[in-house]
């Protein structure tokens, strides 16, 4: 089992900020169906995979709880650091966010963590709620992008409208019967 490593804080310009996302390549959401789909036969453990990105998403949540602790015991306000919570954790998973943290100013901050061993481009997965959740609170919610978590992690901060610095792509579709 992976361990989380030590919080490593990479700033750009205070305390209370992560280093900066990558530039933006698309400023809308890519609704039509991919083209060039290239289809490959492989076989899958899908219940070892799922396990392991479930490790490396709760090892990546905890390094998160870690960076805002410190995040605010450096800006001098370690009563704001004390009521950080791992709400996915604590209360479980469908909030929209897994950490309930504070701006330095004392409001709320919600994160959803998003981590991946591979580098600061990997696309990553956010779901149909996280996605309208941050719709639904753009000031309160924030997106850490953990990455490179095996070998040197790192991390970025969106804010909402994550359309803005993402390209969204359907990857999963719920199907209904008629």
Request: negative net charge.
């Given at each position: 089992m992976q361990q989380v490593p030590e919080t490593r804080l990479e700033l750009d310009e205070g305390p209370e900020e992560y280093i900066a996302p990558p530039p933006s390549q698309a400023s809308t959401i890519e609704l039509t169906k991919p083209r060039n789909v290239v289809r490959r036969a492989q076989k899958l453990d899908y219940a070892e995979r799922d396990a392991s990105n479930r490790e490396l998403g709760k090892l990546g949540e905890a390094y998160v709880v870690q960076l805002e602790q410190q995040r605010l015991k450096k800006a001098g306000k370690p009563d704001l650091a004390e009521k950080v919570i791992w709400a996915s954790e604590e209360q479980g998973d469908g909030l929209g966010y897994d950490i309930r943290s504070y701006e330095i100013d004392g409001t709320e901050r919600l994160i959803e963590v998003k981590t991946t061993n591979g580098g600061r481009e990997t696309p990553f997965y956010i779901s149909e709620n996280e996605l309208s959740f941050s719709e639904d609170?753009?000031?309160?919610?924030?997106?850490?992008?953990?990455?490179?978590?095996?070998?040197?992690?790192?991390?970025?901060?969106l804010r909402s409208p994550l359309e803005q610095n993402l390209s969204l792509k359907p990857a999963?579709?719920?199907?209904?019967?008629?």
């Open positions: 609170e753009p000031e309160r919610f924030v997106l850490v992008r953990v990455y490179n978590f095996s070998e040197e992690p790192a991390c970025f901060e999963v579709y719920k199907a209904v019967p008629e």
